[in-house]
C-alpha cells in the first residue's frame, strides 16, 4: 500500500490534487474550530445594528468593516467612493380596516415599501380592492381610481428554491405602485414577499416610474394580506386607513470597502468575493447581508491565518447599495473596466448565512465545466450542487467583462422567514451553518486562485 501511495505521489495531477485535498481540510477546519464569522457578525449587528444606504450606521458600517480588514493585516484596504440614495421612513407606518362589520377597526401590520413617499401626516382613506398581480390590475384598469389596490399574489409553496418563488411574486411589489397609479389608485398594500403565514410584514424595494404619479405603498404580512382578503369577500366596501411618512432625501456619498491580497504568480488576475454592505432599516440584516459581508473578510482572514499565497489576487468587497440602487456593483465594475482590471471570477454571498449546499453560477460554457469539475473537492463537506444557473445582484454588472459569476447557495427554505423584517437579527444565524459558507467560499476561491480559469 505504501509502495502503491508513493508511485501515486510521482504523477504530478495526483500530488496537486491531494494537495488542494489537504489545503482545503485545513481551511474547514480552521473556519469551525477557530472562525472569526460569528464573532464579527455580532459586532455588526448588535454595535451598529441596520444600515440603510445613506444612514449614520451604513457609515459606521463601512468604518468598522475597514478598520477590521485592517487589524488582519491584509496587504491593501481601502474604500471605492459611491453616492448612493438616502431614503428614509420617517415615522410609524399605519393600516387599518376602518369600518369592518364583523371586526370594526382593525390594525394590519404594516411597513412602508422602500423608496415609496408619505401619505402627509393626516393619512388617507378610501376602499380597497384586491388583485392577485400586475396582470389582473391591467384587466380591471380603471376600476381601482380612488381606491386603494391590495396585491395578494402569494409566493408559489411548490417551487423548491425559494427564490424562484420569490421571483415570481416580486413583481407587484417592484412596480406595483406605478402601474396602480396608472389607473388613479390612491395608494397601495402589497401581500408580504414570504412563504409561511406569519403577522411579520416584509419591506423592500419599489421602484417609481417617472413618467407616472408617485402614491404610498405599503407591505402588510401575510397573516394581515389573508385576513383581509377574507373580509374583502364579505365585505366589498371595506375601507382602509392608510398613513406613511417615507422620504426620499438628497444622495449622500458612501463607499465600496475593499480589501485585497496581492497574488505571487499572476497579481493581474482577481478573484472578488464579497456580499452587500447595506440592509433595510428594520431588524439587523443578519442573514441579508452582514453573513455574506464577514464570510468575505473570514475567506482572506484564513489566507492570512493559514499562511497561504494566493497566486493570483484575491479581493474581499463590501457593495454598497444593492438594497435600493445597487450603486455600489455598478460602480464597481465601472472602475475595474475604466483600470482594465481583470476579474477572472466574483463569487457574492447574498442569499443568507444558512447551511451552503452548493455554488450557481454564469459564464461561459468552459468556464463552467472547469468550476463544475471541482464538485468533488465539496462533497466531503456536503455541498453537491453545482449545476444551478445564478451569480449575484452586486456582481451582475461585471458580466459584460467575462469573469465567472458565481453564488453560494444555501438552503433556502427559511430565508423568507426573515428576508427585509425586524426578525432578521443576529440570533436568527446559526454558527456553524454561516461558518460553512465562509470555508466554502475559501475554498472555491482557493481552487480559482491556484488553477485559473483559462
Ligand atoms: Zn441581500
Not at 451604513?58 to 484596504?77: C, I, N, P
Request: with cysteine; proline share 4%.
Amino acid at each position: 500500500m505504501k509502495k502503491l501511495m508513493l508511485f501515486l505521489f510521482l504523477i504530478p495531477g495526483f500530488a496537486l490534487a491531494q494537495t488542494h485535498e489537504e489545503n482545503i481540510k485545513k481551511i474547514f477546519d480552521e473556519e469551525l474550530r477557530n472562525g472569526h464569522t460569528y464573532s464579527n457578525l455580532k459586532y455588526l449587528c448588535k454595535e451598529i445594528g441596520n444600515r440603510l444606504s445613506g444612514s449614520p450606521e451604513a457609515a459606521a458600517a463601512v468604518e468598522y468593516t475597514r478598520q477590521l480588514m485592517v487589524s488582519y493585516g491584509f496587504d491593501t484596504v481601502y474604500l471605492q467612493p459611491v453616492m448612493v440614495p438616502h431614503w428614509v421612513r420617517g415615522g410609524k407606518d399605519v393600516v387599518k380596516i376602518v369600518n369592518s362589520e364583523k371586526l370594526g377597526s382593525l390594525e394590519l401590520k404594516s411597513l412602508a415599501l422602500g423608496n415609496t413617499i408619505g401619505t402627509g401626516p393626516s393619512g388617507l382613506v378610501a376602499e380597497v380592492i384586491e388583485v392577485s398581480g400586475l396582470e389582473q390590475l391591467k384587466q380591471i384598469g380603471d376600476q381601482v381610481k380612488d381606491k386603494i389596490v391590495f396585491f395578494n399574489g402569494a409566493m408559489d409553496p411548490t417551487q423548491i428554491n425559494t427564490f424562484d418563488a420569490y421571483s415570481g411574486a416580486v413583481p407587484q411589489r417592484g412596480s406595483g405602485a406605478s402601474e396602480a397609479a396608472r389607473y388613479g389608485a390612491k395608494a397601495v398594500l402589497v401581500r408580504s414577499m414570504s412563504n409561511r403565514i406569519d403577522d411579520i410584514p416584509h419591506t423592500g424595494n419599489q421602484r417609481y416610474n417617472p413618467d407616472l404619479p408617485k402614491i404610498p405603498a405599503l407591505a402588510i404580512s401575510t397573516q394581515a394580506a389573508e385576513l383581509l382578503s377574507k373580509s374583502l369577500k364579505d365585505q366589498k366596501n371595506l375601507r382602509i386607513y392608510v398613513e406613511s411618512h417615507g422620504e426620499m432625501l438628497e444622495n449622500v456619498l458612501s463607499y465600496n470597502v475593499i480589501g485585497e491580497i496581492r497574488g505571487t504568480e499572476k497579481p493581474e488576475e482577481i478573484i472578488a468575493v464579497g456580499g452587500h454592505l447595506d440592509s433595510w432599516d428594520v431588524g439587523e440584516g443578519a442573514h441579508d447581508d452582514g453573513s455574506g459581508c464577514l464570510q468575505a473578510v473570514e475567506v482572506l482572514r484564513l489566507y492570512k491565518k493559514l499562511g497561504l499565497k494566493p497566486k493570483r489576487t484575491i479581493r474581499a468587497v463590501m457593495w454598497m447599495n444593492e438594497e435600493n440602487g445597487l450603486r455600489g456593483g455598478t460602480e464597481y465594475a465601472r472602475v475595474a473596466k475604466e483600470k482594465g482590471e481583470k476579474h477572472i471570477a466574483a463569487i457574492e454571498s447574498d442569499s443568507g448565512g444558512f447551511l451552503p449546499i452548493g455554488f450557481s453560477s454564469t459564464g461561459t460554457d468552459a468556464q463552467r465545466t472547469k468550476f463544475q469539475s471541482w464538485k468533488s473537492y465539496f462533497l466531503p463537506y456536503q455541498l453537491w450542487n453545482f449545476e444551478m444557473d445564478g451569480g449575484g445582484a452586486d456582481i451582475g454588472p461585471l458580466k459584460d467583462q467575462g469573469p465567472l459569476l458565481i453564488g453560494l447557495e444555501p438552503d433556502s427554505q427559511k430565508y423568507f422567514n426573515f428576508h427585509h423584517t425586524e426578525a432578521d437579527v443576529f440570533e436568527a444565524v446559526d454558527q456553524s451553518e454561516l461558518e460553512l459558507g465562509a470555508a466554502a467560499m475559501t475554498a472555491l476561491v482557493y481552487l480559482l486562485e491556484q488553477e485559473g480559469m483559462d
